[in-house]
Each structure stands twice: as C-alpha cells, then as structure tokens.
C-alpha cells in the first residue's frame, strides 16, 4: 500500500513537470512575438508598410495572438488605401500620345 502511496505521487509530480516546459515554451514564443510586433510597429511607423506586414506575418507564423491578426487587418486595409490612391492619381494625369 505504501510502495502505491509513494508511486502514485511520484507520478502526480512528474506529470506537473511536464507541464512546465510547455508553459515554458509557450513564454518563449510569446517574447519572441512581442519582439517581432514591437519592430513590425516601428517598420509602420515609419511607413514601411510591406516590411511591417512580413514581420507581423512572420510573428503569426509563431503563435496566434490577436493583436498581430488585427494589426495585420489594419496593414491591409493601409497598403490597399495607398494602391488605390496611387492608381486615382495616375488616373488624373493627362494621357500622353506618342505618334510615330
């Protein structure tokens, strides 16, 4: 009955470890998206918004976090803005025709 008792607590103990290191792993790749979020906001800031899109891109590639999907979101909807504004405006200079 002891040899149980202790058996059954040395089991209990060693599932608990094994959980562990998958928190462990799981603070890992949560400091490594925060990482790459914190650089992907300074790549927006500054207007480079392809390079901001890849790295919050790369970061999801790690762990989902639903900042990054809505930051994500928001980068689209910028880059498609910038498109569609670039494209009004070449719209509004005069055509050229070349003759031969």
């Known amino acids: 009955m002891r040899i149980k008792t202790i058996l059954l607590i040395f089991?209990?103990?060693?599932?608990?470890?094994?959980?562990?290191?998958?928190k462990a792993q799981k603070k890992?790749?949560?400091?490594?998206?925060?990482?790459?979020?914190?650089?992907?906001?300074?790549?927006?800031?500054?207007?480079?918004l392809a390079k901001a899109r890849a790295k919050y891109a790369e970061s999801q590639a790690l762990i989902e976090v639903k900042d990054v999907t809505d930051a994500l979101k928001r980068l689209d909807?910028?880059?498609?803005?910038?498109?569609?504004?670039?494209?009004?405006?070449?719209s509004d200079l005069p055509a050229f025709v070349y003759s031969r």
């Open 77 to 90: 909807e910028q880059i498609h803005k910038r498109v569609k504004d670039a494209l009004n405006a070449l």
């Open 28 to 48: 890992e790749l949560e400091a490594q998206v925060k990482t790459m979020t914190g650089e992907a906001e300074r790549l927006e800031r500054a207007g480079q």
């Open 11 to 22: 089991l209990l103990c060693s599932g608990l470890t094994a959980e562990n290191p998958e």
